[in-house]
């Protein structure tokens, strides 16, 4: 069976910035879930991060790959780095995609780890451009392809091959 990690904000659990969850409801995503495909997983957790907790961006307009070759940072609202983070919670969710057999992840969009369409500018005024998160950036460079919610289609067609 072709298993999925996906964004535990996806899946209903409340671990957001913010506390809250952003459940994703689409009869393909149920199908998978009775299926037993999906495997929730939140990098910021993993990464030894606090609900709620402070936002953080990418700074400068930067991307994952900066933040991963160490040529940029994640910092929070408050202005802490805080890269270590999700630096560790990327490579504890690519452990963990490995040690299920993941095939593909579908992550949510915006998140500085999950991030996989866009992400936000570091500027904390809402400002989105393309670019990929921490975690999603990892997971692409070690062969698991990434996929938003926006490509929930274009994942199921993978998964068909």
């Known amino acids: 069976m072709k298993r999925i990690l996906v964004s535990a904000c996806l899946m209903g659990e409340a671990v957001r ?10 009869p393909q995503l149920e199908q ?3 299926e037993g495909r999906l495997l929730a997983f939140c990098p910021e957790m ?3 991060f606090a609900v709620p907790r402070a936002p953080a961006e990418i700074a400068d307009g930067r991307n ?5 070759d160490g040529s940029a940072s994640v910092i929070d609202r408050d202005g802490l780095d805080v890269s270590s983070g999700f630096l560790r919670g990327a490579q504890k969710a690519l452990a963990f995609a490995r040690e299920h057999g993941c095939v593909a992840a579908l992550l949510i969009d915006g998140s500085p780890s ?11 005024s809402a400002e989105r451009h393309i670019g990929r998160g ?19 289609n274009e994942l199921a067609l993978f998964l068909e091959r």
């Open 17 to 26: 910035y913010d506390g809250k969850a952003k459940p994703l409801s689409h």
């Open 32 to 34: 998978w879930q009775r």
């Open 46 to 48: 993993a990464g030894g």
């Open 64 to 68: 994952g790959s900066d933040v991963l």
């Open 114 to 124: 999950c991030g996989s369409g866009f992400i936000y500018d570091g500027s904390f």
């Open 134 to 152: 921490v975690t999603a950036t990892l997971l692409e460079k070690a062969g698991i392809p990434v996929f938003s919610p926006a490509r929930l």
